[in-house]
């Protein structure tokens, strides 16, 4: 059983919902009913509700009284586990180029992993990672799933530039940049699918929930996707399980 | 439509933020203060959420191609109109041709610039803020063509001056909750966060304010959850980090204090200076949860 989350004010318009404090699938999945339920039941009395790993932050509007919200929410919290069906999720397959022209700190990683390039690359694109929420940079997917065997502490020096669409990892994280940032990951691949897009709403195809795959691709295929993403809108394509 | 002759240090266009599109960790944006972007707006007619002008430290000078009703507010950034000196906090009436001078701050940090009918750049998630990473091009550029919207009323029959509270600019106490993670905090260190004097680095932006102070408080990491613009984050090596209008949606710093929506506004007019916190009270009677200060001096 998963203990109930607790309610706290978040200065004068937020609502703070908190677990446990652990990364843990259970708590993942309470947090997702809870929010698709809320915004089916008392949408009206919020703008946006911000998930993450072990909490649920509501911003209500203005003129909403916070401790009415909350009673509401604890009625719908112990509703909740009667009515709720298993939700479909969608797998997304995204091209990444593991070239080292692309993914510079690919040789030092599987150095100081003591594996080949080839058997990073196959351990990473191995896995179904989970999208658990989005935060960080616009876009930027917190993905859980990584292989033990790929965790590595991040640079001691971050990079200043980190371009959009690098593929990397960061301690017990994988992730892709959606815009250019600094970011002391480690650098394995680049992937052609633009992963932010603020004139399309939603701006990202990803959402809390979703699920991705990672698939090796060529350095011409990463070029000529990236050539037909810069003229026209893309997606990536979903993943068939064969 | 308004040409922009020149752009002055820092101008973006703000609105009142982005909202609807944190969970894709869209930042909220917006006036920095708030506050003085809804007042230009009021004085020109315009909803409050109507686009206006930011400008930081030093102000943009821009040619009027057409005529309209203009307010400056915000800091004192010695405006003229073709010349002579203009009021703040007051509508002012612009004839086609007319030039306006923003100069450099006498008080404030930003200063704001409501047209009627407001800034009509197209919308992008819902907001005309300007951010780098979702509306890079929303930063004024010399030579830059801005469009006006269509507004109802060109004239205003109010051409009172309003007098802003002294307190918005000059008052050392930035009123704040307990944040999350307050209480998590041992109780001397809860009580030096509260009474220690800070000050604003230069290391400050639209993002965030980086605060130093002479005593050492730490936290530890939390596991990453949701942040908005006035939360106060305390690192492991004793950083203390306002976050400001641009910030992301999610950190995974101790989140110690919460900063009300009045402050983020005032902070957004506050020099690298002198701010200190105290526990008086007095001034956030009506809220109910407990009410510090952070204040500057």
């Known amino acids: 059983m998963i203990t109930p989350p607790t309610f706290n004010h978040f200065g004068e318009q937020a609502v703070l919902l908190s677990w446990k404090p652990q990364i843990a699938p259970a708590i993942r999945d309470d947090i997702r009913q809870l929010d698709r339920l809320m915004h089916r039941e008392l949408s009206a009395l919020f703008m946006e509700t911000v998930p993450a790993y072990c909490s649920l932050t509501v911003f209500l509007h203005p003129w909403v009284d916070k401790e009415d919200f909350i009673r509401k929410t604890q009625v719908l919290y112990k509703q909740k586990q009667a009515q709720e069906k298993e939700h479909k999720t969608v797998v997304w397959q995204i091209p990444v180029c593991y070239d080292t022209s692309l993914g510079w700190d690919l040789e030092a990683f599987a150095k100081a992993k003591s594996m080949t390039t080839e058997e990073v690359i196959s351990l990473h694109t191995q896995e179904t990672y989970e999208v658990y929420f989005l935060g960080f940079l616009p876009g930027f997917p917190y993905l859980g799933g990584l292989n033990e065997r790929l965790h590595l502490p991040r640079k001691t020096k971050p990079s200043i530039k980190v371009p959009a669409g690098a593929v990397a990892i960061g301690g017990q994280q994988t992730g892709v940049y959606p815009v250019e940032s600094p970011g002391g990951w480690h650098i394995l691949g680049q992937t052609p699918i633009p992963f932010f897009l603020p004139e399309q709403s939603p701006p990202s195809f990803l959402e809390a929930g979703h699920q991705i795959r990672f698939s090796a691709i060529s350095l011409e295929a990463y070029r000529d996707i990236k050539a037909r993403s810069e003229s026209a809108f893309m997606l990536p394509k979903k993943w068939n399980h064969k | 439509m308004i040409k922009v002759i020149s752009s002055g240090i820092f101008s973006s266009i703000q609105d009142q933020g982005r909202f609807g599109y944190r969970k894709w960790g869209v930042p909220v944006s917006g006036a920095m203060d708030a506050f003085s972007a809804r007042l230009s707006n009021q004085l020109v007619n315009n909803p409050v959420e109507a686009a206006v002008i930011e400008m ?89 063509l801005l469009p006006i919207g269509e507004s109802l009323k060109k ?143």
Do not use: W
């Open chain 2, 56 to 144: 930081t430290y030093s102000g943009a000078s821009l040619q009027f191609l057409c005529e309209t009703l203009i307010a400056i507010t915000g800091g004192d950034f010695a405006p003229t109109l073709n010349g002579r000196s203009i009021p703040l906090n007051s509508p002012i009436v612009i004839k086609t041709g007319d030039l306006l001078r923003i100069g450099a701050a006498r008080y404030g940090l930003r200063c704001y610039l409501a047209v009627s009918g407001g800034i009509a750049v197209a919308p992008i998630l819902g907001s005309r803020s300007y951010h780098p990473n979702v509306a890079p091009d929303y930063r004024l550029q010399k030579g830059q």
């Open chain 2, 155 to 297: 004239t205003s029959h109010n051409h009172a001056i309003v007098r802003i509270k002294k307190a918005h600019f000059e008052d050392p106490a930035i009123p704040v909750h307990e944040g999350p993670e307050f209480n998590l905090l041992p109780k001397n260190m809860q009580s030096l966060l509260l009474n220690t004097p800070f000050t604003i680095s230069n290391e400050s932006n639209r993002m965030g304010y980086r605060l130093e102070m002479n005593k050492t408080l730490t936290a530890p990491e939390i596991i990453t959850s949701a942040v908005q613009p006035g939360t106060v984050q305390l690192t492991p090596s004793g950083q203390l980090i306002v976050l400001m209008r641009d910030c992301p949606t999610t950190g995974g710093y101790a989140r110690v204090l919460q900063l009300t929506e009045e402050g983020v506004s005032r902070l957004g007019q506050r020099h690298s200076s002198y701010i200190s916190t105290s526990s008086d009270t007095s001034n956030c009677s009506t809220l109910r949860s407990s009410c510090f200060f952070l204040s500057a001096r």
